[in-house]
């Protein structure tokens, strides 16, 4: 997902034009087999972290003399580390990633009134985390420089190099369009429309940066460290300054033909309602994202941002509540329909108002429950994420271990 | 797909508690990493047909040392044919893939007013086909006595053995629980609902029987037959007595966590709308099916079939024009809703009124751009089938073939 500006045309090369992954190089020979197997491997430790060589077997149905081999030939190649442990209280050996060009990935998640930044080992254990409140529609370019100051700065506590920063992985509250990876107006913020953020942080840190939409990113992390990794089609469903979702497919995630996938935000759910930024009206981001959640109670209440929402909704605040039940409605409704589409095990909450639990959960279940096939609701679980606003700078840190997984075999 | 009801609980058995396919019996070994090349090399004659071995090279990415190796061994083994032709002027080997217990297979599509049998040979071509035209809400069982009456019809016409019959894929209109293999309620027809269609079928054909969705059959069908065959994203929508929706993505039928995906007709278009089978009202299937046109209709015009609908449209006549754009206005949005979720290359409308052309497919596409992101407009087609009513009987003969190729190997 890197890929400078062509100064000719002002364009990123397409993905058709840049050079195909090594892995798809010299297909059929002995040692291609023997890649694919060794991706297997890698992408068994990219998704659960450090293995023994038994768990690794099992994960990736190759037998413990194959995967033996594998990881004695990785961990001289640098590519893995071995360390002696115990599993069920025999001797065996954990089998670790190293990534080829560093020991770490950050990850930079950039919301509407923050900015968040992780850095992760590769074995998903997280080394150090920032969280800083920015003024709202503060200049891309400031939180740039912001980001920058921040992870300057976590690599200093921890004692850690820039030069062992494999990469920086990076979310925006926006899609992408993977055919030139920009922003795509109409779902990002006005001040967001038309910033090359690959190249822009690409210069600022000279590390190779991955872009992907905040949902997206927050999918990826709750297959990491959610409670609901295991699910082979999840959801997840940020709602905060606008809607959108993020899709794991058949154990991926799903990209379509544009990049932009689960924009659930735009489905109108309001004839002729609320103004959206993407043209059209009603749309649910338009009449339940927390930004209009907070619209419609600013002039009437002193609910001015989404701390006092939440605050207000834990108190019992009777206007605040019937916002967040009138805004669920309108969610689950949307939630269904995806779910009719897609029949995902489950649909995970993400954003700021993942915290009020069941108080927004039940009105959610309850909306959803009226409007998808009873089979279908009888098989979607619907959770709120247990990570907090974490998600996308934690998927975007994990995104640069599967780009450096693809890119080391 | 196939399995015998267990007598004790009177359920079939999920698939986890079915033997695994023999492909993951023997992973890691060199036997192993064989049958997985072997598995690519069936794959693409399974979804290209007949093909040279430079083809299947291209196709497979393997090398065609490896792809030479590959076929004479499973030609050793008769799973394909090898026969001289040539490509580009030059000598050239053309592969076709046999099955390993028959050399053709069955397609039965079940409308509400029709029956559909297909026989196909593995490389695609059609050896014969018929349709019969059925009184509506016919009894399943009936249909099932017909089909055999028309299949055994076929292999006498075409001189076929029921002994060359590998198997016999069949569509209903309804979605199929995968879990158990039964309908859904509220997805099909009432006759249908507790038809134990693969039980029934196999008592009365004695060879295995798969059984799907009609819509997930026709996107099945469009990738092998169709013009987009080609697209990765595909979606087949299918208007007919029903509503829904086949799903290819990433290059795959799509089936989520209980395979009933695509569940668009159960879409809520029309708030407090028309009741529908499912249990909830305004549905589009209540509001833009075929039936629903014709109950508009019926009692004002002398329209009273799908067939005199079309006829009507083609005619000009005012109130059919009227009744299929305000349907089309409905489905265009709601294939606005699905598009701005997965973004496909391409939506093909299927079932009867896709001989209608630009006249549907112009109001559709108004609609559906009106709805969507205009950056997934610009990059999704939506286009009219060119399969007629025979999407669904061919994509279940398709899937005879999906299925031997998991067999074989």
Same mark, same amino acid.
């Given at each position: 997902?890197?890929?400078?500006?062509?100064?000719?045309?002002?364009?990123?090369?397409?993905?058709?034009?840049?050079?195909?992954?090594?892995?798809?190089?010299?297909?059929?020979?002995?040692?291609?087999?023997?890649?694919?197997?060794?991706?297997?491997?890698?992408?068994?430790?990219?998704?659960?972290?450090?293995?023994?060589q038994a768990e690794?077997?099992?994960?990736?149905?190759?037998?413990?003399a194959t995967i033996?081999?594998?990881?004695?030939?990785?961990?001289?190649?640098?590519?893995?580390?071995?360390?002696?442990?115990?599993?069920?209280?025999?001797?065996?050996?954990?089998?670790?990633?190293?990534?080829?060009?560093g020991t770490v990935?950050?990850?930079?998640?950039?919301?509407?009134?923050?900015?968040?930044?992780?850095?992760?080992?590769?074995?998903?254990?997280?080394?150090?985390?920032?969280?800083?409140?920015?003024?709202?529609?503060?200049?891309?370019?400031?939180?740039?420089?912001?980001?920058?100051?921040?992870?300057?700065?976590?690599?200093?506590?921890?004692?850690?190099?820039?030069?062992?920063?494999?990469?920086?992985?990076?979310?925006?509250?926006?899609?992408?369009?993977?055919?030139?990876?920009?922003?795509?107006?109409?779902?990002?913020?006005?001040?967001?429309?038309?910033?090359?953020?690959?190249?822009?942080?690409?210069?600022?840190?000279?590390?190779?940066?991955?872009?992907?939409?905040?949902?997206?990113?927050?999918?990826?992390?709750?297959?990491?460290?959610?409670?609901?990794?295991?699910?082979?089609?999840?959801?997840?469903?940020?709602?905060?300054?606008?809607?959108?979702?993020?899709?794991?497919?058949?154990?991926?995630?799903?990209?379509?033909?544009?990049?932009?996938?689960?924009?659930?935000?735009?489905?109108?759910?309001?004839?002729?309602?609320?103004?959206?930024?993407?043209?059209?009206?009603?749309?649910?981001?338009?009449?339940?994202?927390?930004?209009?959640?907070?619209?419609?109670?600013?002039?009437? !209440?002193?609910?001015?941002?989404? #701390?006092? @929402?939440?605050? /207000?909704?834990?108190?019992?605040?009777? &206007? %605040?509540? $019937? =916002? +967040?039940?009138?805004?669920?409605?309108?969610?689950?409704?949307?939630?269904?329909?995806?779910?009719?589409?897609?029949?995902?095990?489950?649909?995970?909450?993400?954003?700021?108002?993942?915290?009020?639990?069941?108080?927004?959960?039940?009105?959610?279940?309850?909306?959803?429950?009226?409007?998808?096939?009873?089979?279908?609701?009888?098989?979607?679980?619907?959770?709120?994420? !247990?990570?907090?606003?974490?998600? #996308?700078? @934690?998927?975007? /840190?994990?995104?640069?271990?599967?780009? &450096? %997984?693809? $890119? =080391? +075999?």
């Open positions: 997902m890197t890929g400078r500006t062509d100064p000719a045309t002002g364009r990123r090369p397409t993905p058709e034009a840049r050079p195909a992954p090594l892995m798809n190089n010299s297909p059929g020979s002995q040692t291609s087999l023997r890649k694919r197997n060794q991706q297997r491997v890698i992408e068994a430790l990219v998704s659960v972290g450090a293995s023994t690794l077997a099992r994960r990736t149905g190759l037998s413990t033996s081999n594998i990881v004695t030939l990785m961990a001289k190649n640098g590519l893995v580390s071995l360390t002696p442990t115990t599993s069920s209280g025999r001797r065996a050996v954990s089998v670790k990633l190293l990534t080829s060009n990935a950050a990850g930079i998640g950039f919301g509407r009134r923050h900015l968040r930044v992780v850095l992760v080992y590769p074995d998903f254990t997280i080394a150090a985390e920032e969280n800083v409140i920015l003024e709202q529609k503060y200049d891309p370019r400031d939180g740039f420089d912001l980001a920058k100051e921040v992870l300057t700065r976590l690599l200093e506590q921890t004692g850690i190099s820039w030069e062992a920063l494999s990469g920086v992985g990076v979310g925006i509250p926006g899609s992408i369009d993977r055919r030139d990876l920009m922003p795509v107006i109409g779902t990002v913020w006005a001040e967001w429309a038309f910033v090359d953020v690959v190249v822009e942080l690409e210069d600022r840190l000279g590390v190779p940066v991955v872009l992907d939409n905040d949902a997206n990113l927050g999918s990826v992390a709750e297959t990491i460290w959610g409670l609901h990794g295991g699910a082979t089609n999840l959801v997840y469903l940020k709602v905060g300054s606008g809607v959108g979702a993020g899709l794991i497919l058949n154990g991926k995630p799903f990209n379509g033909a544009t990049g932009v996938t689960g924009e659930v935000g735009h489905v109108q759910v309001v004839p002729d309602g609320q103004a959206c930024r993407c043209g059209n009206r009603g749309c649910l981001e338009a009449e339940a994202s927390v930004q209009a959640m907070l619209d419609r109670l600013s002039s009437v !209440t002193p609910i001015q941002s989404t #701390e006092d @929402l939440v605050r /207000a909704v834990q108190a019992g605040d009777v &206007a %605040a509540l $019937r =916002v +967040i039940e009138d805004a669920a409605r309108l969610i689950g409704r949307v939630v269904g329909d995806l779910a009719s589409i897609l029949s995902p095990e489950v649909i995970v909450l993400g954003g700021p108002l993942a915290v009020l639990g069941d108080t927004i959960l039940d009105p959610i279940s309850r909306s959803f429950a009226r409007h998808v096939l009873p089979l279908v609701r009888d098989a979607t679980d619907i959770v709120a994420s !247990t990570l907090d606003d974490r998600g #996308e700078a @934690l998927g975007a /840190a994990a995104l640069v271990f599967h780009q &450096a %997984a693809v $890119r =080391v +075999i």
